[in-house]
């Protein structure tokens, strides 16, 4: 009992880190006159909490964290559950892959994991945008890869550093 209601207090602050993240501390960019990209590191703590809580953990705060960062301060347009989708999968593919790489965080590892979760959060979100206003897909997508690609380096040495500091918690949050 006490590892879930640890792991739920963990899942609670990696949701409104990704909220603050996400809301907050982020930059918007528009192309064709309408939101493209969101460059933000909220995802982060959505990975982590996939990586060091499980996979079930990760899509609930990825999901939580969308729908109370949207009712918090909306942004980019009305809500769209397709991006509570991709926030959902942004903590369960790394919480999934984790489980083959639980001993051993190499670079492999967690690159892995931040390209699995960037494929799923470009290809995803711009086809949610696209849907959402009526914009061509593949011209949406050229620019969120371009947006994307200098985050990615970063959140593998933020994850890599994280983890590599988190090794006390690691043995007793991940049961």
């Given at each position: 009992m006490p590892s879930r209601i640890r792991k739920m207090a963990y899942a609670g602050l990696f949701t409104a880190i990704s909220v603050i993240l996400t809301r907050f501390f982020a930059g918007n960019i528009n192309l064709l006159g309408i939101?493209?990209?969101r460059l933000s590191f909220g995802e982060v703590p959505?990975?982590?909490?996939g990586i060091l809580l499980g996979p079930v953990?990760?899509?609930?705060?990825g999901a939580l964290s969308d729908?109370?960062?949207y009712v918090?301060?909306?942004?980019?347009g009305p809500y769209f559950p397709g991006f509570t989708l991709t926030a959902a999968l942004t903590g369960l593919i790394p919480g999934v892959l984790s489980k083959y790489y639980r001993n051993d965080w190499n670079?492999?590892?967690i690159?892995?994991?931040v390209i699995a979760t960037a494929v799923v959060t470009i290809l995803l979100n711009t086809l949610w945008l696209s849907l959402m206003y009526g914009k061509a897909f593949l011209a949406l997508l050229s620019a969120r890869i371009i947006g994307k690609a200098p985050l990615i380096p970063a959140?593998?040495?933020?994850?890599?550093l994280v983890i590599k500091h988190s090794r006390q918690v690691l043995h007793f949050v991940r049961q």
């Open positions: 939101f493209a990209l959505i990975m982590l909490s953990y990760g899509a609930v705060c729908i109370i960062g918090v301060n909306p942004v980019g670079w492999a590892a690159t892995t994991i959140y593998v040495i933020i994850l890599k």
